[in-house]
C-alpha cells in the first residue's frame, strides 16, 4: 500500500498544481471491492462469489475494509483543488452477485470475482458520474 500512497500523492500534487478548476472538473473513480472470500460476508456454503444471485440486503458491509480506500480519501482530503470522489466502495462491497465468477471462460476452474458483469454495478457507476456531471 506504501506504493499505492507515494502514486496518489504525486497524482494529487500534479493536479493541485497543473489544473485550473475554472475549466476543469477532476474526477476520480474510488476503489472497487472484490469478493473472494466468502466468510466476508458470512456465507459457509461458499468459497467466493461462485453461485452467488443477490446482493447482500441493508447498507453495510460485514467484511472488512477494502485496502487503499483510507489511503485515497486522505489523499483526497489534503488537495487544495479536490478531485470529486465517485465513492463506489460500498456500492461493490454489497454486490457480491456482479461478477462473472465462473462465466468469465475459465469454467470451474477459474472463478473471476474481481471483475463486473455489465448491464450491473459498472452502469450505475456511470450514472454517479452523470449525476456529479449535472450538479
Known sequence: MEAYKIA???WGNWVDKNIDTSKTRVFFQ??????????????????????QTEPLKGS??????????????????KMAKPAYLLDITLLTQ???????SIYAGGGPKFT???HWCLAGVPDTWNELLYAALLQ
Open 8 to 10: 496518489m500523492t504525486t
Open 30 to 51: 474510488g476503489v472497487a471491492a472484490v469478493h473472494l472470500n466468502a466468510k466476508e460476508w458470512n456465507d459457509p456454503n461458499h468459497k467466493d462469489c461462485s453461485e
Open 60 to 77: 453495510t458491509y460485514p467484511g472488512p475494509g477494502v485496502p487503499g480506500e483510507a489511503i485515497l480519501k486522505s489523499i483526497l482530503s
Open 94 to 100: 454489497l454486490r457480491k452477485d456482479g461478477h462473472p
Open 112 to 114: 473471476d470475482c474481481s
